[in-house]
């Protein structure tokens, strides 16, 4: 397939008087996961429905494997998989039930639809419970039948709302393993997430969204890199040690965090120069370190400065 298997521009929706999105843009070239991550509220779930031809733009257009969702939304269904909040498996209907009757209503003949049926049972390790009421269901199951249910189709591009919410973290690992599979083999997946450590694990590249709009984006590492929050954590001998090297940090103009348990003290790294800095200050009072460790900044470092400046672009 030629072009971008999904583009968004200028994307807005907004409900009387609430404005959900806000001039999205976004590209995905080929396969490989994208994570839109942000809070409660930020708009996640109306950007999928709008991709998955569930709820029409109020501005702005967004295409997927080629078609327009507003005009030509069966073209787009045929090639999506969609599960999450607001997706429903009927509870009453056992796996098996529920991803029969899914692959015959997208067209399958009845003995097409058992084997298919058959196959993601297998592959999402249901075969005990297939023949269950979901109802019956653990939380981890009933979010792999979820899974299934969107894969019945075989499609190219998944969309996951919210996959591993409120999963225990077993269940959530198991889900983490399905999709980077998928994405292995070539399904694009688009998914949501209030998980920076779930953008992180799975995502090639990741939109951050905030009221609305794009706040930031790009790889995990191009998000960590371009925050550049650094730091270092100091041991020392004992707990006046420390101390010392706290208070002499932060008349330095520097923002030790002190942990006194530990006897470590923690500091942010904003330049190059900065590391040195401190072993010299350290040094010219002979106050001499332990162990010393420096940390690369991670999505929560991120996420909290933009939270932070306000959603503004770093
Ligand atoms: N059907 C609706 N009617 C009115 N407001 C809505 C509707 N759906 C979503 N919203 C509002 O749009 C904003 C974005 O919601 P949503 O896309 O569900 O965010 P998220 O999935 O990130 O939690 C929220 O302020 C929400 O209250
Ligand atoms: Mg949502």
């Known amino acids: ?24 843009n976004l590209r995905l070239g080929g396969g490989g996961v994208l994570a839109v991550l942000g809070h409660n509220g930020a708009g996640k779930t109306t950007l999928l429905d709008i991709l998955s031809t569930r709820t029409l733009p109020s501005t702005g257009t967004a295409t997927v494997c080629g078609y327009d969702v507003v005009r030509k939304p069966r073209s787009v269904r045929r090639r999506v998989g969609v599960t999450g909040q607001s997706v429903a498996v009927d509870d009453t209907l056992s796996a098996r039930g529920n991803l029969v009757l899914i692959a015959r209503l997208l067209g399958a003949r009845p003995a097409a639809a058992r084997a298919r049926a058959g196959e993601l049972i297998d592959t999402f390790d249901l075969a005990d419970a297939a023949d269950r009421p979901a109802r019956t269901y653990s939380g981890g199951m009933r979010r792999r039948l979820d899974l ?31 999709v980077g599979r998928l994405a292995e083999n070539g399904t694009t997946v688009l998914l949501s997430t209030q998980y920076l450590e779930e953008a992180d694990r799975l995502a090639d590249e990741i939109v951050v969204l905030g009221m609305g709009r794009v706040v930031a984006s790009g790889t995990p590492d191009q998000l960590k890199a371009g925050i550049g929050r650094r730091t270092v954590t100091m041991s020392f001998a004992d707990a006046d040690t420390a101390r ?32 040195a800095d401190f072993i010299r200050s350290l040094d010219r009072l002979e106050i001499g370190i332990g162990e010393l460790t420096v940390a690369e900044p991670t999505l929560d470092d991120v996420y ?6 306000g959603w503004r672009t770093p």
């Not at 971008?4 to 609430?18: D, F, H, N, T």
């Not at 996951?160 to 198991?174: A, K, Q, Y």
């Open 304 to 309: 909290l400065a933009l939270h932070r400046t």
């Open 1 to 24: 397939m030629e072009g971008p298997r999904i583009e968004v521009i200028g994307l807005g929706k907004s409900y009387a008087g609430v404005t959900a999105l806000d001039g999205v």
């Open 244 to 275: 010392d090297a706290a208070f002499v940090l932060n008349n330095s103009g520097m923002e030790p965090l002190h942990d006194q348990a530990n006897r470590t003290v923690t500091a942010p790294l904003h330049a190059a120069g900065d590391l």
């Open 148 to 178: 299934a249910a969107g894969l019945v189709g075989d499609p190219d591009v998944l969309f996951l709302d919210e996959p591993t919410t409120g999963l225990d973290p077993v269940s959530r690992n198991g889900l983490w393993e399905i």
